[in-house]
């Protein structure tokens, strides 16, 4: 009403009121008041409407029509006396041309594919106008064709870009193969080597150990040997010791009484001396053999001749303190012994001269003295042969512990060196295991490979075939879901046979090969089908054509179903989901409505009529806007936070509604009305399970087994092509998890 004031007026009652202490004039006073500063608000406020008048430009679209636009014409008198009625029929091919070629994806036959589907929304349009005729209304609109086309540019690019990444995932998991067949000939080559170095270290250990073991019983017995020698050693140095001690003992005897001597004669005198001188004329028998006997000491010649002149000497005691005695010979004793054994000097002659006696003693001593040394002088000798020997022994012990600690250093140092070959020779077992370890893992990563290399390469093949014919399949689909909806199978076969497929020939835009191949079969996997059927989807091809469509349409599916069977369906399929199902006035069911939008719940609207509820509008517009990383659904002036999983279905019992345009603008509008040769193939399919039900049970579980090992082997390939393409060359034989999925694989496959 105020939009109808306003275009007979040009004004809006209240618009800018003072109320509730809010002035809502002042921000447009503001603005004038600079210019119009003493004028009043009257006046300003008719400045401002003037201006406004001046330059304002109002367009108001109304998609209604018949009953609805004469309401709104009688209802609000400012659409007809303050607009200018302007009716927009139909686009025109060279305006539908502009705008396809302006959102189809650019390539060198936009030009001829704009012409082309210009005329499919054509022909589409005037099979509606039969269609209307026939008593059914359907109108295609504008917003068809910009849906047509953006959906071919987007069905395009998403399958094309599946076939891309097939065929990119086939030709790399193509390309491994050929990487690991090259690893494993790197590897045995890198594992021969090894093997050769492994071979060598070990026998050049095996060479070291033998020296060592060689070795260690030289130096066993070596250490045996001189330790025996030791004992040896010890047991005649013990022996030449106790010799020596005896020697020593038996010269030490006669020493005292030599020392007396030659203290007694030290101690003679001058006087002394001439006392003997005097005796010397006497030459008494006594003194002649004492003196005879000291000549013979002092290697002279035993006359009183040689005596007087020895006596003489003044030399003569220092000559006798001086005596050799160790030089003293057996055969000087000998002499020796001839006077003095003689009875005349047999004892003592203290009391015929102390002087005389002092020279017999020390005569005595020396005898006695060189007797017992030549008594021991041969122990000397034996002892001294016996150190010569031991000192000999000695040097040849020194000798034989030095080659025993070289021996032991060069042991050590063999022992090091084992101790490295051994350490190199472990590290070469260890590569040696790790390069057999993953030579086994190649193996198997190669037969696991070779196992699919044939299936990949044709999956690569048939991929680059149907690369050429993505653009036939998607414009297929692209029809079928934008404009078959409405339409009963016959008008659908005849739009697909009459026009398409002779268009396209003639055209030859696109690669027509896959026309006539089923849509299911592009869109959805054949498991999928049988799912919807196991849920109540009639067999025929039109209801699963039906049933593609409301599973990939643009905008909300509204279905007519006067059979109930696709409500039944969707009931089946969603009552996992929690479907939330509603009818009548909708807009006292808001809350129900919110509820499914917030937490992506099913909704069904249930007994649709011609006319959609106003409740409805916010969600069929579907207005969105994204607010801090939320998506936020505008339902009025209130904004609701949209769930991903949100779906709704609409639903009319009416087998010929008289739907308005906008609702086929809002709506994607489904016929799942049984018409006889779709009524025909569902007879013919319970027929067929009555006839047969085992014949007819098997080739549906055969179906269902192929589809779901076709998923399980689609899964496990792209599982095993996706680790190939993450994997990478140098870890290729390391990944554990691509070869046991890949033996996996191989033992589901067989």
Known sequence: SDVSAWLLSREVPGLFARRE??????????????????????????????????????????????????????????????????????????????????????SEKTGELAKFFAGVHIHVREEAARLCRAGRTHYVTPKNFIDFCQLFGSLL????????????????????????????????????????????????????????????????????????????????????????AKAESQLAEALPALEAANEKVSSLDNAAIADIKSFLKLKDKRLELIMFSIMILLKEKPDWATVQKVVADPSFLKRM???????????????????????????????????????????????????????????????????????????ELDRLKTNLELTKARNAELAAQHEIFQVEYNQLMETNTRLEQQLERSEKLVAGLIFSQEAWEDHRKRNIESQKKVEGSVLQAAIALIYFGPFPSEFRAKIRDEFIAPGLKTAKVVDISSFGVPLSSFLVPDAEILRWQSKGLPGDQVSIENGLIVHNCRSWPLIIDPQSQARVWLRNMEEDNRLVVVEGALGRQFSEIQRCVTQGLPLMVQNIGEELDDALEPLLLNVRKVVGGRTLLMYG?????????????????????????????????IDFSVR????????????????????????????????????????????????????SSASLVDSQPLINTLQQTREKEE
């Open 637 to 669: 002036e209130d904004a609701m936070e949209i769930h991903p999983n949100f779906r709704m279905y609409l639903f009319t019992r009416n087998s010929k509604p008289r739907f308005a345009p906008p609702v086929f603008n809002q709506t994607t509008v």
């Open 321 to 395: 303190r001086e005596i050799e005695k160790d030089k003293i010979g057996e055969d000087r004793i000998q002499k020796l012994e001839k006077f003095t054994k003689q009875p005349e000097i047999q004892g003592s002659l203290e009391s015929y001269s102390k002087s005389v006696n002092t020279l017999l003693m020390f005569v005595k001593a020396i005898e006695n003295y060189v007797k017992m040394f030549l008594d021991v002088e041969p122990i000397k000798k034996k002892v001294k042969k016996l150190r010569d020997e031991q000192a000999s022994k000695l040097e």
């Open 157 to 244: 690019a998403k399958k094309s870009m599946e076939v891309e990444q097939r065929i990119e995932k086939y030709a790399t998991g193509l390309a491994k193969l050929e990487e690991a067949k090259k690893c494993v000939e790197e590897l045995k080559a890198k594992l021969d080597i090894k093997k050769l170095e492994m071979s060598k270290k070990s026998v050049e250990s095996r060479d070291i150990l033998f020296q060592l073991e060689q070795e260690k019983k030289k130096i066993e017995k070596d250490e045996v040997w001189i330790s025996e020698k030791e004992a040896v050693i010890q047991k005649e140095a013990q022996i030449t010791s106790d010799l020596f």
């Open 21 to 106: 202490g809010r002035d809502d004039f002042a921000k447009v006073r503001e603005k004038l008041t600079e210019k119009y500063s003493k004028e009043p608000d009257e006046q300003l406020f008719e400045k401002f409407y003037s201006k406004v008048r001046k330059h304002l430009h109002v367009a108001c679209c109304i998609g209604s029509t018949g009953a609805k636009l004469r309401r709104l014409t009688r209802n609000f008198n400012g659409l007809v006396y303050g607009t200018t009625a302007v009716f927009f029929e139909d686009w025109p091919l060279a305006a539908l041309t502009e705008v396809a070629s302006r959102l189809l994806p650019k």
């Open 676 to 727: 006889q040769k779709g009524l025909e193939e569902q007879i013919l399919s319970v027929l067929l399970r009555v006839l047969d039900e085992k014949l007819e049970n098997q080739r549906i579980e055969c179906i269902r087994t192929k589809a779901d090992c076709d998923d399980i082997r689609q899964k496990l390939e792209n599982e095993i092509l996706g680790m190939l393409q993450e994997t």
